[in-house]
C-alpha cells in the first residue's frame, strides 16, 4: 500500500497485539500477521493548535502549527483549535486549572491555550482613558482598590474587577459648582469647588445628588443651612457664592419677602408664636418693610372657602390685602308666600383688624357669607315675593348694620352688602317673574318716555313763547328807531324849507309863490332821480299843463 507524505498507518500484529505507526511517504508491505488502519496526517498552520492525550500516561500536550501531525501508537489528538490573535490593546484572563495560578495575557501576541487552562471571560479591550477619564479596579484577593487617570491604556489585573461597570469622567467643576465626596475607608467628606477637575481617589463616591451649583446670596436671596452634625440652622444673608460645608445641607433658598403698602404676612416662630408685619408706615411699626424668613420660622396661610356658595375651603391665602375688595355670594331663600329664590350679591369690606381675624376665624370668607346667608333667610321669610321686590335695598342694608358687632370681632370692616340679581329657583315661578318685571320694566319704560315726550313739547313752547316775546321786543325797537329816523328826516326837511323860505323872502315877499317854487323845485329834483334810472314815466291828465324849464 503506498502512503503518501501526509498519511500514516497503524499496524498491529494479530498474534501479539502490538502496535507501531508507519508514516509516509513509502509503500507498505503487511507482515504474515500484520494489519492496518490508514489515516491522515493532522495539518495545522501558524495559528492552529490540537490538544493530544496519551490514553496510556493520561498526559495531555499541545501541538502548535504550522506543521502536518502525526499521532504516536496512544494518542488521541482533540479537533483543531484556533490560537487567540490578541491586538495591542487586547487581553485574555487565563486560569491554570494544575497549578490554581491566574494571569493576564496582553497583545500584541498568539495565545495558546495549554491543555491545563481556562479562559475567563473571553477577549476583553484594554481600557484607555483620555486626559479626563479614570477608571477603577478593585483586587478580589486583597481588597484593595487601585484608580488610574489618562492618559494611557489600561490593562487590570488577574484578580481585579471594574468597581464603577465603566471608566468614568472626571468631574468638571465651574467656577460656581461643588461637589461633595465620601470616604467610604474613613467615613469622612470633604467639599470641592470649582474650577477644578475632580478624580475619585480608590476608596471615594460622591454624595448625591451629585454636582451642583453654589447658591449666588444677594439682595433678593438667603440661603437656610442645617447643620447635620447637631441639627441647628442658620440663615446665610452675606452676600457670597454659598457652598455649604461638608456637615452641612441646604434646606431652602429664600427669596425677600417685600411688602406694598395694602399688604401684610403672618409669620409663626418655632415656639409658635404670630407676629404680623405691614407694608403701611403707618401700621409696621418698628418691623421691617422687607426682610428674609427667620430659622425655624414659616409663614402662616390661612384656608378660605371660596365660590360662590363657599362649598369648599381651598383658598389659601399667605399675603394679606387690606385695602377694600369685593366677594361674591350665592344663596337660596324662601319668602313668607313660599316661593323659593336664589340670591347673587357682593360684599365690598376690607381687613380691618388682622390679629384680631386670625384669633376669631379660620374662615373669614366663609362666615361672612354665612352669616348673610343666615340673615337674609331670616329676613326674607318675614316678607312676600311682593314686598320683597319692593324693600330689597333696605333688607340688604338691613344684614350688614343690624349686628355690626359680628363683623368687629372678626377683624372686618363690611362697607356695602348689595343684592345684584335674584330668580326664582322654581322655573314656572321664574317665568312668572320674569313677566311681572317685565311688564313693570315696560310702564316704567312707557312712563319715562312719556315724561320725556312732555319735557321735549314743553321745552318747544318756552322755546317759542321765548321767540315770541323777542319778536315783539325787535318790533318796539324797529319802531322807535322809525320814529326816531322819521322825527330826524322831518326836522331836517323842515329847517330847509324854513331857510328856503327865509332866503326868499326879501325878493318874493309873498308866501304862496315862494310855496310854489318850492313845489315846482322838489317836482324838478324827483324828475331828476327818475332820470338817472332805466324807468318809465307815464303822466295823467292832470300832470299835462306842467311846464318844466331846464336853462343851463
Known sequence: MTITNSQFMTVRDKLSGERHIVKGPLVWFPGPHEEGFQGDAIG????????????????????????????GVNDVPSPKKNAIALS?????????????????????????????????????????????????????????????????????????????????????????????????????IRVVKGPEIVFLKANE????PGKQKAIQIDDEHAVLVRDKSTGAQRLVTEKQLFVPLADETIEEVRELIKLSDHEAVILKDGSG???????????????????????YAEVVALHWSSGQRREERNLHIKKFDTRPQYMWFEFNCRTKDNVELILEGTFFWKVADLPGMVKTTGDTSGDLCNHARSQFIKMVSRVTLKEFMQTLHTIAKSVHEDE????????????????TRYHCADRSTSEILEQIIQETTNRMNRLSQQESENEVKLFRMQGQIQQEKMKGDLLKIQQEHQEQEMHVNGTSEAQRISAFMDGLAGEVPDLQERLHIWQTLRKTDALSVISQADTKMYYTPNDLDLSIENRK
Open 273 to 295: 408664636n404670630f407676629s404680623y408685619h405691614y407694608g403701611h408706615v403707618e401700621m409696621r411699626g418698628d418691623k421691617p418693610r422687607s426682610f428674609f424668613l427667620p430659622p
Open 404 to 419: 355690626p358687632d359680628f363683623y368687629t370681632k372678626r377683624g372686618v370692616q363690611v362697607q356695602s352688602l348689595e343684592i
Open 205 to 208: 463616591k460622591v454624595v448625591e
Open 88 to 188: 495591542q490593546n487586547q487581553y485574555v484572563k487565563l486560569k491554570d486549572s494544575a497549578a490554581g495560578k491566574q494571569w493576564i495575557e496582553r497583545g500584541e501576541k498568539l495565545v495558546f491555550v495549554e491543555p491545563t487552562w481556562e479562559l475567563v471571560g473571553g477577549v476583553a479591550q484594554a481600557i484607555t482613558l483620555k486626559a479626563n477619564e479614570y477608571v477603577r479596579y478593585n483586587d478580589t484577593t486583597t481588597g484593595k482598590t487601585t484608580m488610574h487617570r489618562g492618559e494611557k491604556t489600561v490593562f487590570p489585573g488577574p484578580h481585579d474587577e471594574l468597581m464603577d461597570g465603566k471608566k468614568m469622567p472626571a468631574i468638571d467643576l465651574k467656577v460656581h459648582e461643588y461637589v461633595k465626596i465620601l470616604d467610604q475607608a474613613s467615613s469622612e
Open 44 to 71: 495545522l498552520n501558524s495559528t492552529e493548535y490540537i490538544t493530544v492525550e496519551d490514553k496510556e500516561t493520561g498526559e495531555r500536550r499541545i501541538v502548535k502549527g504550522p506543521c502536518n501531525w502525526f499521532p
